[in-house]
Structures are given as structure tokens and as C-alpha cells.
């Protein structure tokens, strides 16, 4: 089977109504990243952040995936298929995605502060002051924040290097290392880029650009995939 690879970003859930970050309305005009989402954050103010994070796991298990997540997964019969989302929440593995790369880690687990191996998962919605990890320090949600390295980069930058098709979705690009995926894919690979905002984009070349929303862009798609099969 062909190898097709996905980067996925907050737009692909807005459909399933999650906030994405940086559009109208989006996440980071209500809190300001260095408050929320840094080492820094961490160590100045715990509770925000568990909190933070509290609201978000809850928001993530209140709703369902929606069309975008299911072409995504119903490709898997047709294609060999790794998603390398930016995205925390599982909506990708709950449509039956069955490879989703985190890059950015996962609401739904817990990670020691005094060793990165000790990862566990989170039942539920919430994460507390005083929930400890097996050598007694506080556990942090398992979220790469920013300043921080991207651990799964590596094994994302494999895939991509390795993609017959390239599939983008719902994000603005701005974020590295996630953004720079694209870089790694070779030049002659087919890619897709659906989104119904300018996401930024360094290179045009080759990259077929489908200007709407995740569901009913990904049918499009689907649609010209057909040219890649056999
Ligand atoms: N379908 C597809 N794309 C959409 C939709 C939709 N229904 N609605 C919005 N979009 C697009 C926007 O046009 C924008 O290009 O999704 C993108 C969302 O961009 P961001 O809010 O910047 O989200 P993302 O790219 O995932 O952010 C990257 O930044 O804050 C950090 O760690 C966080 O993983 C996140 C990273």
C-alpha cells in the first residue's frame, strides 16, 4: 500500500467544536501562552495550569470527531496511513485512526516532573495538586510546551521523508519544528493542503491547495486519491 502521511493541526477539530489557537476567537485571545503553556508557567503558578489544562481535557472528552477525523480514518483501508497531529486531544484515535503521532503530547496523560520515562494515563478529567508520580513528585499533563524540545520530531521527520502522499490539514504553520515537516517530504510527492485560512506556506510547488474546511476538503481529497491507487 502507498505510504500517506497527514500533519494535522487544531483546524481539523474545529469542526467537532474546539477552539483552534489563532483564529478569531481561538484559544491564545483568551490566555496568553506564557501564562498556560511554558516551563516557566510551571514553575510560577501550578494550579493555572493544571487548571488550564483541567478545562481543556473536559472540553476534549465533551465532544466527537468529526467528519475530517473519519475520511481520515476510513483511508486506512486503501493506504498505508501515519498521522502526525499537533493536536492533544485523541479525536483522531476515537474516529479509528490506528498510528497518530503527538507531536505536541497527549491531554489524557500525566508525566512525571522528576523523570520524562514515567508516563501515565490520565482517567477522567482531572489532573490535581498533590497527584504524584511513583518517586513522589507532582505530575505535569504530558504536553510539549512552548521552549520545550519535541521529543516525537525524529520519528515524524521519518515518515514524512518516507511519504508516497502528503496530506495537511487545518493548521497555520507557524509552529516549528511541526511546521518544517513538509520540508522533509520529497519533491515529487503529491500534497494536499486543506484549510479554509492562509495558512503560511514557504513553497508552492507541487502542493495542490483545497481552500475549506476539514470535512468537507478531505472528501475532496479522497476524491483525487483515487488518481494514486494500484
Ligand atoms: N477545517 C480546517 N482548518 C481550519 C478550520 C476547519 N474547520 N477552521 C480553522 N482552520 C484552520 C485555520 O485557518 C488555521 O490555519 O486551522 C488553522 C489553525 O491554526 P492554529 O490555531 O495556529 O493551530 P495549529 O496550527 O494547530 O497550532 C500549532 O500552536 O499553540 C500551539 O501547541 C499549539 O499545537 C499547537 C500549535
Known amino acids: 500500500m502507498k505510504k500517506l502521511v497527514v500533519l494535522s ?7 467537532s467544536g474546539i477552539p483552534t489557537f489563532r483564529d478569531a476567537g481561538g484559544l491564545w485571545e483568551g490566555y496568553r501562552v506564557e501564562d498556560v503553556a ?12 493544571l487548571d488550564f489544562y483541567n478545562e481543556r481535557r473536559k472540553k476534549a472528552l465533551s465532544v466527537e470527531p468529526n467528519r475530517g477525523h473519519e475520511i481520515l480514518a476510513e483511508l486506512e483501508s486503501r493506504f498505508d496511513v501515519t498521522i502526525v497531529t499537533q493536536n492533544v486531544d485523541n479525536l483522531h484515535e476515537r474516529a479509528g485512526s490506528s498510528h497518530v503521532i503527538h507531536l505536541h503530547g497527549s491531554l489524557f496523560e500525566s508525566r512525571s516532573t522528576v523523570d520524562e520515562n514515567l508516563v501515565y494515563p490520565i482517567k477522567g478529567w482531572e489532573l490535581k495538586l498533590g497527584d504524584k508520580c511513583e518517586k513522589g513528585s507532582q505530575l505535569r499533563p504530558n504536553i510539549v510546551w512552548f521552549g520545550e524540545m ?20 487545518g493548521t497555520s504553520m507557524v509552529v516549528y519544528p511541526a511546521a518544517g515537516l513538509i520540508e522533509y517530504v520529497r519533491r515529487e510527492v503529491p500534497k494536499f493542503i486543506v484549510d479554509p485560512g492562509s495558512p503560511e506556506f514557504r513553497d508552492a510547488r507541487d502542493i495542490v491547495f483545497i481552500r475549506e474546511k476539514a470535512s468537507t476538503g478531505l472528501e475532496k481529497v479522497r476524491e483525487e486519491l483515487h488518481k494514486f491507487l494500484g
Request: aromatic share 8%; glycine share 6%; net charge negative.
Open 38 to 49: 511554558t516551563p516557566d508557567a510551571w514553575r510560577k503558578d501550578r494550579a493555572l495550569v
Open 150 to 169: 519535541v521529543p516525537k520530531m525524529e520519528e515524524a521527520a521519518a515518515y514524512a521523508q518516507d511519504a508516497d502522499i502528503f496530506i495537511v490539514v
Open 9 to 15: 493541526g487544531a483546524g481539523i477539530s474545529a469542526e
